[in-house]
């Protein structure tokens, strides 16, 4: 799977869109961007994930750009129930993939 | 949907007895499930996989042994720390995919052993 960078941590006001960056210049053409989140002492949440198309849920909408070497996740109107750390991951679909969870973003809302 | 729980969890136990923790798929089958162990500010490490029916597969440095799996039904696969001892003590979390490996995983809440 490719690697993936994401910047150590974040923050961003209450109320505004939060914007998580992610690199992954290496992405093969089959992995797809994963995003999930951990709140502290929780399992892993799952946010949302695509291939080549922008995607949005009602968690988040997921922004990759043309070449797919990078993504951004947007979270529309944080609120302080969004302070995590985020895990950007690449994954392919040849079979016994397997989530390697690195470093993330930990992301802070400030009141 | 898409919910799993584990229990119990939170436990401490004494050094050098065992404890098993349970991983269900509330609203799904899950045919894979996952075992991932994650110390103070470190990532999640995937120590296993296991399928419905079929032993696990163990992630290189994680003692199958230490490590019991059992993964008897596809909504329920139970994790079991043999001879636990200090360094055992971790957040240990579990996942699971209804069915074809490219499906996404969902996670469970989270085990956290202490072991005194």
């Known amino acids: 799977d490719a690697k993936t960078t994401q910047p150590p941590s974040m923050d961003c006001a209450e109320g505004r869109a939060a914007n998580l960056p992610c690199n992954h210049s290496t992405i093969s053409g089959n992995e797809y961007v994963y995003w999930y989140r951990q709140i502290h002492s929780q399992g892993p949440q799952y946010i949302i994930h695509g291939l080549k198309n922008n995607e949005t849920n009602e968690m988040a909408s997921l922004i990759i750009t043309e070449d797919r070497k990078s993504s951004t996740l947007i979270l529309p109107h944080a609120t302080l129930r969004d302070t995590a750390v985020y895990y950007c991951i690449a994954l392919g679909d040849f079979g016994n993939e397997k989530l390697t969870f690195g470093t993330g973003t930990r992301l802070t809302i400030i009141p | 949907g898409a919910v799993v729980s584990q229990h119990p969890s939170w436990v401490i136990c004494k050094s050098g007895t065992s404890v098993k923790i349970e991983c269900r798929s509330l609203?799904?089958?899950?045919?894979?499930m996952f075992w991932y162990r994650q110390f103070p500010k470190q990532s999640l490490m995937l120590m296993a996989t296991s399928n419905e029916g079929s032993k696990a597969t163990y992630e290189q440095g994680v003692e199958k042994d230490k490590f019991l799996i059992n993964h008897a039904s596809l909504t329920l696969s139970t994790l079991t720390v043999t001879s636990a001892h200090p360094e055992d003590s971790s957040f240990y979390i579990c996942s699971a995919q209804r069915g074809v490996s490219t499906d996404t995983q969902y996670f469970g809440p989270g085990t956290r052993l202490t072991v005194l």
């Open positions: 609203d799904f089958q899950a045919t894979t």
